[in-house]
């Protein structure tokens, strides 16, 4: 389907954007950038067809999804002071790389003939954020998905959306209606601060026992 290819490319190239400018920040190598860029924008899906048993995963069996990402992270890299004017330009690249991948991970699970519901908000939720969890892992960050900020809930909301409007719209129509939620509940969450409680560690005091 020509919709999921392009979604596919618009993933990639988001998330390679994404992955290169936090690279940059941290002051990372060309390589490093380079590598950051495609685990981004790659992982998720090869980790989803692992889990799928969908083996050897796609974007290691076509060339198309590396290049893309190799070239999107050199672009970065040579436009870098021009995109880094963009104050959340590493939220936004990064929120569509979010939607994108949860509405081809989802549809991914549905074009298999999987039907139970958790599977599919699951390999949205794996696909969506795969490649940012690793991202974060390798410059020592705590990844989005773990901190207070509402990320994985926007891609679960977005599965449950396209699981909703799949049979009852189309399959077309509940993709664009996947990447909307997604993207607006996290774009949405960053505007307003919107967070998830964090759990707050009590203090114990320690009780001194008397022998007599």
Known sequence: MFLIEAFVYIGTIAFAISGSLIAIKNNLDIFGVILLGMTTSLAGGVIRDLMIGNIPPTNLVYPQYFLVSLLASLAT????????KFEHGITFSDAIGLGVFTAVGANAAISLDYSQPF???AMGLVTGIGG?????VFVREIPFVFRKEIYGIASIAGSIALISTYELLSPTISLYICLTVTLTIRMLAVKWK?????????STIKKRTVNF
């Open 119 to 121: 599977l599919i908000v």
């Open 194 to 202: 919107w967070n998830v409680p964090i759990v707050h560690k009590k």
């Open 77 to 84: 890299i040579l436009f870098y002071d021009k995109i880094n």
């Open 132 to 136: 940012g969890v690793l991202r974060d």
